[in-house]
């Protein structure tokens, strides 16, 4: 009833930007309206983990330390899309990176995004140094 969808991944250098956006949808608006949508990225053999979140609203935002200050999460509802614009990105942001929805702000602020309900299957993201 809830599908989201991953695009924009790619392989750039260190330094560079790429731009992720997390499309959406649900059987009624009512439903999607009230989801909030976070990100999340696994390196490999490494445990995945939260990048940032933005609530249904739009009004809050969260970010992991590590992307604080180069990262902009951002949501558009005209167009049911959320954004994740990352700048000056380094290799340790290289990874598989997932969308994910939930009602509970909280599953998607930290951790690495157990009980979250809705996933999408994840973008590939490499940072060549």
């Known amino acids: 009833q809830v599908q989201v969808v991953e695009s924009g991944g790619g392989l750039v250098q260190a330094g560079d930007s790429l731009s992720l956006s997390c499309a959406a949808s649900?059987?009624?608006?009512?439903?999607?309206?009230?989801?909030?949508i976070g990100w999340f990225r696994q390196a490999p053999g490494k445990e995945r983990e939260a990048v940032a979140a933005i609530t249904w609203s739009g009004q809050q935002t969260y970010y992991a330390d590590s992307v604080k200050g180069r990262f902009t999460i951002s949501r558009a509802y005209t167009s049911n899309t959320v954004n994740l614009q990352m700048n000056n990105l380094k290799p340790e942001d290289s990874g598989v990176y997932y969308c994910?929805?939930?009602?509970?702000?909280?599953?998607?602020?930290?951790?690495?995004?157990?009980?979250?309900?809705?996933w999408g299957q994840g973008t590939q993201v490499t940072v060549s140094s």
């Open positions: 649900a059987r009624t608006f009512s439903t999607y309206i009230t989801l909030h």
């Open positions: 994910a929805a939930d009602r509970n702000i909280d599953a998607m602020r930290s951790g690495a995004g157990l009980g979250v309900s809705y």
